[in-house]
């Protein structure tokens, strides 16, 4: 049990915070490059991968000049890796100002373009460009440590959930503007933004979608740890079990939220992610309407290696099965429940 919960550590949103805050700064410096990426759905084009390191760009081909940026957590600091050669400068810069000018003079050496756009971006108080914020940052490695364990522990979850969704379903990943984690499942149904918001959030609810991810939180909600939500956002998610104790919808936030601190406390949290994604879903199929047959097997790759067509089928049916037995009991309790 100690090795276990020693794997996944505690997480105190005050200790982590200032970190945090830098962070999702200086990485939304390579990210304005994702921006230069064709749109994909809900903006799938900007997440950052989780790498064993830190947070990287995918690969980008811009200007005639193939390259990324890894942000490495782990070492403290930036590299800018090109066909050509790579810069490495470090993430203890003094400031956001600083670090961004020195991003950009190292990349304008290997012939990448400064950003096309320095904003700041969904970060309430911040000062409006890279350039304007020149508050004095000091870099704590144990924080960003701390920070890629999180991200990392919580990734391996999601990509588990994700695998067997056979819809569209962008990678996991960083969205480096609030700086969460996010998981996402899509479907073909146009839906309506709501109205008076950003056009860069209106144009990510343009269709429906089931979301679960993990986020360390903020100043006005500091909860660190999973969340989800259905989008559009249904009725009857009141009362509903989400799959491991301690998850609960929070009808204010429009979020189900399950804190690390429960996550932790499981007997295994890879599979409590799994479970808790598992449970936002089959709330999609029961109150939005969403096909439960846009969920295929879950099994490791050796598995489908080594294991005839005929037995693979027969599996799958068996889970099909298994998650309409599901439906039919939960709807079952709440017709006695609640006649």
């Known amino acids: 049990m100690s090795e276990r919960r020693n794997a996944w550590p505690e997480l105190v949103y005050e200790d982590l915070a ?7 700064r200086v990485v939304q410096v390579a990210g304005k490059y994702t921006l230069d990426e064709p749109f994909e759905v809900g903006w799938g084009n900007i997440v950052l991968d989780v790498t064993p390191r830190g947070l990287s ?3 980008f081909r811009l200007g005639g000049v193939a390259f990324r940026v890894h942000y490495r957590l782990l070492d403290g600091d930036v590299v800018i890796e090109t066909d050509g050669g790579s810069r490495t400068l470090p993430l203890a810069h003094g400031s956001v100002a600083s670090f ?3 991003f950009c003079d190292a990349a304008a050496e290997l012939g990448i373009h400064r950003p096309h756009s320095s904003l700041i971006c969904e970060i309430p108080g911040a000062p409006p460009t890279f350039e304007d914020d020149r508050a004095v940052r000091s870099w704590d490695a144990d924080a960003a440590h701390m920070m890629w364990t999180a991200l990392n522990l919580a990734a391996d979850g999601l990509e588990a959930w994700q695998a067997p969704f056979l819809g ?10 609030g700086f969460d ?13 709501p109205p008076h918001r950003p056009p860069f959030q209106q144009n990510a609810q343009l269709d429906a979608y089931v979301s679960v991810g993990f986020s360390f939180g903020d100043a006005d909600a500091p909860n660190v740890g999973m969340y989800a939500y259905i989008w559009p956002q249904p009725d009857g998610l009141e009362g509903r079990s989400w799959g491991v104790e301690g998850a609960a919808w929070h009808p204010d936030a429009g979020l189900i939220l399950l804190p690390w601190s429960r996550l ?17 879903y089959d709330a999609a199929v029961e109150t939005a309407g969403w096909p439960s047959d846009l969920v295929g097997l879950r099994v490791d790759g050796w598995y489908m290696s080594k294991t005839p067509s005929e037995q693979v089928q027969l599996r799958e049916q068996e889970q099909h099965q298994q998650q309409y037995q ?3 009991d939960y709807h079952q ?3 006695d429940q609640y006649g």
Do not use: C
């Open 57 to 59: 760009t995918r690969t």
């Open 181 to 193: 984690l996010s998981a996402t499942r899509w479907r073909a149904q146009h839906t309506v933004p």
């Open 168 to 177: 569209h379903r962008p990678r996991v990943g960083v969205m480096w503007g």
């Open 333 to 335: 309790y709440h017709q």
């Open 18 to 24: 200032p970190t945090v805050d830098y962070v999702n």
């Open 264 to 280: 932790r406390e499981t007997a295994d949290p890879h599979k409590a992610i799994v479970a808790f994604g598992d449970a936002v």
């Open 326 to 328: 599901h439906l039919y």
């Open 100 to 102: 961004y000018e020195a």
